[in-house]
């Protein structure tokens, strides 16, 4: 990188050691930064309003172009506070501006000159006022003037000259962190003009040119470094596996895997013997049976002679996949225990006890699992279901309980390939795209209030014909009000339309013992349908529940419905899903349309995250993406995708990252990941 962009910040004239300080606060600490340092919004000076055409009281600011006519007395109120007020026009009418402690800027201006104000206004129609406008001399250029994101003891003005400090500093060169034969195919304009046109724009429209140069570099080295990890890091493993056959584990299944589900099987199975540590995403739509796959791999590990455990998201999801392990690796030898948060504590002592000396070979549980202090003797593989639930933190925490133990990421939420690329960047990846035989897609139809009679009544006829179903109410965030609309609703229809029938309830806050019993009998058939919110998770197996009904569907993201519906239609039935919204936006319509018209989840998820954006899409905002500082992954998609495309051509050619035209990406690809937490 020039050496000029890497100057300490304090080089610049006005910068001292406590100026310094301060910048640091906000990430500044070399002039690289500082030009790299983005306002959060611009302030438009160049059309302003006439002072007989504002509206006082507006939520929106206004210019206007002015001029002083009269100064009046400064008023001292108490000691600590200074009144002063001006008088301006622009000949269509008067302003009054009323000043808080800010004589100094008030003895400086100037009766007769010319000024633009910005601020709210206040005042009436009559006697418009604006408190501490903005203000800036009549005859300044800077039209569009930049709003730096500031701390405590960093102001507009002084950002504002030591941006300026830092492009003279530049001259006439023009530095980039980009090489040349990458220039040439971007497309975008060069970073001196990138960062004179994002700091003192000449119009909105080049600010926001500008803006994509510093947005693209930003994803581009995210992207960078984590297809450069991903090429470099070949991590060797502790527990190098045998072949096993797997045809013994195959036998005592009650169905035929899949082809997609034994690939998925068998990439671990190659993964876990290559002699390198492995990192894997199974990506498969819910339904195309993951679990089996994972008891297939924790097979694997055990006639290997070493430990692994399952990570669920919910305690449910986590005594569901304790029977199955039981079911599929008992026959086996093999010792599985389930580590739930509702054990007693001398049962937790002699499940914790067994795992650290190693009588279980599988040890399956939630969050408790890794949060306490568990102790495995020899860890080898990391099973995790329904990743994204999980934050980059926790997946973190995870690989270090054991000696870098293979790790396998299973995830039910198909994630369309650029935010993949960004949770996973370092993962393989192994998709189920196929559904076991004989599955039917889930018919699924939007309606209103107003078909919700005729709704229950379907939902009837699926119940006599001896199944089961779901009613789900929206509880976006578990709150105590949506709880109480569960258990509202749930008492109207014991009470009304489903009288004849045995109802469940499940909601979040209720303890797990209580969660596991309603469960139980739902499984059992004791219960014929189940009011709940979404605490039933995507991955809950009830083969004969076939009908589903989401109350306010309007409130979940597409991905999410999706997964609620996966739920029904597990055991080759024909299955049904009725989404009830009453929301007839356009925005709406579509999104019910979407989820009508598909079974596709990766459709649905790409439609999701194109109508909501990514924080949205995952429907929580603990979704591990990266924090990015001027880049924004809901609008910036497309420059996000071609970013990724550029570095992975960057890496194919270059895969260490050593050629002399890489040298400067490099250095900033080493620095980001030196900052390491940032990237998953
Ligand atoms: P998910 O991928 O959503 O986690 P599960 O692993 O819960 O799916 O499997 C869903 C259901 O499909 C389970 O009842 C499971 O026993 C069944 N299943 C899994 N694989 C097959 C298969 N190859 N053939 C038939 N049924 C299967
Ligand atoms: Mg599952």
């Not at 906000?26 to 919004?41: A, F, H, I, N, S």
């Not at 139809?445 to 089961?468: I, T």
């Not at 979940?556 to 009453?582: K, P, Y």
């Amino acid at each position: 990188m020039d050496s000029r962009l890497e100057r300490e910040i304090t080089y610049l004239k006005g910068v001292g050691p406590k100026k310094a300080e301060i910048f640091k606060k906000v990430g500044v600490e070399t002039v690289y930064d500082l030009l790299q340092y983005c306002p959060r919004d611009y302030i438009d000076l160049s059309e302003p309003a006439a002072v007989a055409d504002v509206r006082p009281n507006e939520e929106e600011p206004y210019s206007v172009r002015v001029r002083l006519v009269k100064k009046l007395p400064v008023a001292r109120v108490r000691k600590g506070l200074t009144i002063s007020k001006a008088v301006f026009t622009d000949d269509t009418a008067d302003i009054t501006v009323t000043l808080f402690n800010q004589e100094y800027t008030f003895s400086n201006m100037q009766e007769e000159k010319q000024y633009v104000l910005y601020g709210k206004v206040t005042g009436n129609m009559l006697r418009p006022e604006m408190n501490s406008p903005m203000i800036f001399a009549g005859d300044s250029e800077d039209l569009i003037v930049p709003v730096y994101p500031l701390t405590e003891g960093l102001t507009q003005q002084f950002v504002r000259k030591e941006v300026k400090a830092a492009l003279d500093l530049l001259g006439g060169d023009s530095p980039d962190i980009m090489p040349q034969y990458l220039l040439d195919k971007i497309k975008l304009p060069s970073l001196k003009y990138a960062w004179e046109n994002v700091h003192f724009p000449r119009s909105v429209y080049s600010a926001v040119e500008a803006r994509r140069r510093l947005i693209f570099d930003e994803f581009f080295i995210y992207s960078l470094a984590i297809a450069y990890r991903r090429s470099t890091s070949d991590e060797m493993s502790d527990h190098v596996m045998k072949r096993y056959s797997m045809k013994p584990f195959k036998e005592i299944l009650p169905f035929e895997m899949t082809e997609a589900q034994m690939k998925a099987a068998a990439d671990c199975g190659r993964d876990m013997m290559s002699g390198h540590r492995m990192n894997r995403l199974i990506q498969g739509d819910v339904g195309s049976g993951k679990t089996v796959v994972a008891a297939c791999i924790a097979y694997y590990a055990f006639k290997n002679g070493y430990q692994s455990c399952l990570m669920a998201p919910t305690e449910i999801l986590a005594a569901q996949h304790y029977e199955t392990f039981r079911k599929y690796l008992e026959p086996f030898g093999a010792k599985v225990c389930l580590l739930s948060g509702g054990l007693r504590p001398k049962q937790k002592k002699e499940i914790l006890a067994g795992i650290a000396d190693g009588s279980y070979d599988v040890a399956v549980g939630t969050h408790a699992l890794f949060y306490g202090d568990v102790q495995f003797k020899d860890l080898a593989l990391v099973i995790t279901d329904e990743q994204h639930r999980f934050g980059v933190e926790q997946r973190r925490k995870l690989s270090s309980k054991g000696r870098n133990p293979h790790t396998v990421v299973m995830s039910a939420t198909p994630i369309p390939r650029t935010l993949a690329l960004m949770l996973y960047g370092d993962l393989q990846v192994s998709v189920i795209n196929e559904l076991p035989s004989g599955r039917k897609p889930v018919q699924t139809y939007a309606v209103s209030g107003k078909m919700r009679e005729r709704a229950y009544g379907f939902v009837k006829k699926q119940l006599d014909a001896g199944h089961q179903g779901f009613i789900v109410c929206p509880a976006v965030e578990e709150s105590e009000l949506d709880i109480k609309n569960a258990k509202t609703y749930y008492e109207e229809l014991s009470r009304g339309a489903f009288a004849d029938y045995k109802l469940g309830l499940l909601y979040g806050k209720m303890t797990a013992a209580d969660k596991q019993a309603v469960m139980d009998a739902f499984k059992e058939g004791t219960i014929d349908l189940l009011v709940s919110t979404t605490v039933v998770e995507v991955g809950v197996d009830v083969p004969n529940a076939t009908v589903m009904v989401v109350e306010n569907a309007d409130r979940f993201g597409l991905s999410q419905l999706h997964q609620l519906r996966g739920r029904v239609g597990r055991g080759g039935d024909e299955a049904f899903c009725v989404l009830i919204t009453d929301n007839t936006s356009p925005e709406n319509v579509k999104r019910m349309k979407a989820i009508s018209g598909t079974n596709d989840g990766f459709k649905v998820a790409e439609e999701d995250l194109r109508l909501r954006g990514p924080g949205d899409f995952f429907g929580t905002n603990q979704h591990g993406l990266p924090a990015f500082k001027i880049a924004d992954l809901t609008r910036d998609i497309e420059l996000l995708e071609r970013a990724q495309k550029l570095s992975a051509m960057v890496i194919e050619e270059d895969p260490a990252l050593i050629g002399s035209k890489n040298r400067d990406l490099s250095s900033l690809v080493q620095a980001l990941l030196r900052r390491g937490a940032e990237i998953s």
